[in-house]
């Protein structure tokens, strides 16, 4: 039914395949139009240097401009559970490094493990799917127009080389009459 309020009311006969056919992609494309939040674990030791702090660091400030939870870890071994303190200011330290991309909830402790989860807050996430989806657009176009300008200039140089060759057999065909 396509109106049904009209007078006569307006109906369109349909293949019901096709139509279910239709149902079932737009249902897909909504579903790769939604975001899955990801989760990414940043791993290391209470006694961290600073180099790879920083590496950490950035990864993490990586993961949170994409749009990715953070499950920052520092990981304690035997009698290092004695330091659980320091594992405790090293998450706070990171919190407080990315505090302007992300919000550090409390750190918790699993076993022989400190737990801290960092969410992204939302204004500051990069909207790279669709710089993404507009540059592979503008790269597929463009190899498209490669393309096609090689072909016509493929067609052209044959065509060129066929009228040179005529040209040059009939002179030839002239002086000989």
């Known amino acids: 039914m396509i109106s049904p309020k009209s007078d006569p009311p307006v109906c369109k006969i349909v293949d019901y395949g096709k139509l279910k056919y239709q149902m079932d992609r737009k249902k897909k494309e909504n579903l790769k139009k939604t975001k899955v939040n990801e989760l990414k674990e940043v791993k ?58 992300g919000n550090g909830e409390k750190p918790k402790r699993e076993g022989n493990r400190m737990i801290m989860f960092i969410n992204p807050i939302q204004e500051k996430l990069i909207k790279s799917g669709a710089k993404d989806k507009a540059s592979k657009k503008e790269r597929q176009a463009a190899k498209a127009a490669k393309a096609l300008a090689k072909q016509e200039g493929g067609e052209e140089a044959t065509e060129a080389a066929a009228d040179a060759g005529a040209g040059a057999e009939k002179p030839d065909a002239a002086e000989e009459a």
């Open 44 to 101: 290391m030791s209470y006694k961290i240097d600073t180099h790879d702090y920083q590496v950490r660091q950035r990864s993490a400030e990586k993961f949170l401009k994409l749009g990715s939870r953070v499950k920052a870890v520092v990981q304690f071994r035997g009698r290092e559970q004695q330091y659980m303190n320091l594992g405790t200011d090293l998450l706070n330290k990171l919190a407080v490094d990315v505090a302007d991309i």
